[in-house]
């Protein structure tokens, strides 16, 4: 797990939410219980199975009833990374120097805080994956998805995609 102060935001202009891993501490949310949790996203996705999503997303992504899905999910990439590797490969540019890295960082910082303030949440992981979703054509999707503690689960709060 991460600490609450490495967590990367969407600093710099990537959209949706400010998403972010980082650097820190070795209590909290472990990597593999991270990408646990985004497997079982996907395998609800799979199973259209809308109980067993909204048991393993924050209540702002839950859906009520039946949801459109893609016929399967491969996940062929998943890992929980830190907030540098998240910031170059969500970057449009591709050296960042020093002080740009630290800026985005500090942005990212000050983002997370306050969705962790507004949720209630002390810990996150921030985890990249890369997913074909297979529906009428193959799609492929590399994503990353923020994963909180809420009330000791851990749920994903949100998903990026890569630009």
Known sequence: MRSR??????????????????????????????????????????QKNTEMHNEVTHPRLHVDGEFAAADNYDINEIESVSIETYIQRESTISDLDGQELEQKVARAENRIDE???????????????????????PIELEEHALVVRVNDELVIYTTQHAP
């Not at 891993?21 to 079982?40: F, K, M, N, P, Y």
């Not at 209630?120 to 074909?132: A, D, F, G, W």
């Open 5 to 46: 102060r490495c967590f990367l935001g969407g600093a710099g202009g990537i959209g949706i939410v400010a998403l972010s891993g980082c650097l820190g501490s070795s209590d909290g949310i472990g990597d593999e219980d991270a990408e646990e949790t985004v497997e079982q996203y996907f395998e609800a996705l799979d």
């Open 115 to 137: 969705i962790l303030d507004e949720i209630e949440s002390k810990e996150y992981q921030l985890v990249y994956y890369r997913v074909i979703a297979e529906d009428l054509e």
